[in-house]
């Protein structure tokens, strides 16, 4: 199978599923011309054309109004906010519009739009091209949100999100895009949008994490396996709503113990959840607390090099909380 990056295999799914159905289309900012900001449409213009690549004002109310219009309508619109952190004045169109059209019309009606979304930091992005805001989108029922973390799963769970009929808020780590590569088969397949995946098997506690806290949970993994004889089982969540709680459950089962990474801070968050699903269930088969890592209680993300680190979990926050679970 051909090597990818993240970004590559996302431009893969989208070129491959816009050959093959005529329906879907992509809108945001600079998508056109330009390639979009990280390049995911590059060559989208000249293929498909300006009526299916829309270059848009900066107006990410209208960007997924006029996409999820055109979904109720037939259509199957990509609306790409080129930035985590401006996705703000279109909550409304997900949160408050989207995320209803199926219940609201007894099922009458459907809004198969997907949102793609860059988020996250460690890019040196400062306070307002850092932000992590997934959590809004999990709370609310009628949206699926999911967060790949490798180019397999990238385009796998891309083309599942764009041959459904739900909404999906489609979250891309920033960090992941030329930083993660694997292996991609050429041709179209399908991951589902709603199945956590063990990444790593081991016996002595399950890490939970998705995004680009998956690839630093598995180097912590790998380094506490090395240097501790530490067994670490690592979960890619990548669902976060629904929640595959069968797989996090049955790896709790298997280890006794749990740790959570993410790089959200920890109030109210999808973590939170992960651990309240853990004790609900799975109490009396823990052997220790639930454990999290993730960042202070601040609005993220700092600018500077040194608080951004401090402010992000690395693998060697995570390879120290691993050991003192461990030690429990």
Known sequence: MPTMTVIEAVRDAMRGEMRRDPRIFIMGEDVG?????????????????????????LAESSIVGIALGA?????????????????????????????????????????????????????????????????????TPGLRVVAPATPYDAKGMLISALRGDDPVVFFEHKRTYRLVRGEVPADAYMEPCDKAEVKRPGTDLSIFAYGLMLHYALEAARLVHEQDGISAEVVDLRSLRPLDTETILDSVRRTSKALVVQEDTPAVSVGSEVAAVI?????????APVMRVAPPEIPPMPFSPLQEAAFMPSPEKIAAAIRELAAI
């Open 33 to 57: 011309a330009r390639g979009g900001v990280f390049l995911a449409s590059e060559g989208f213009l000249q293929e498909f054309g300006e009526s299916r690549v829309i270059d848009t004002p």
């Open 71 to 139: 979904a109720v309508n037939g259509m199957r619109p990509i609306a790409e906010i080129q930035f985590a952190d401006f996705v703000w004045p279109a909550i409304n169109q997900l949160v408050g519009e989207a995320a209803r059209v199926r219940y609201g019309t007894g099922g009458r009606k459907t809004a198969p739009i997907v949102v793609r979304i860059p988020y996250g930091g460690g890019v040196r992005g400062g306070l307002y091209h850092s932000q992590s805001p997934e959590v809004i989108f999990a709370h």
């Open 279 to 287: 004790a609900e269930h799975v109490f009396f088969d823990l052997d």
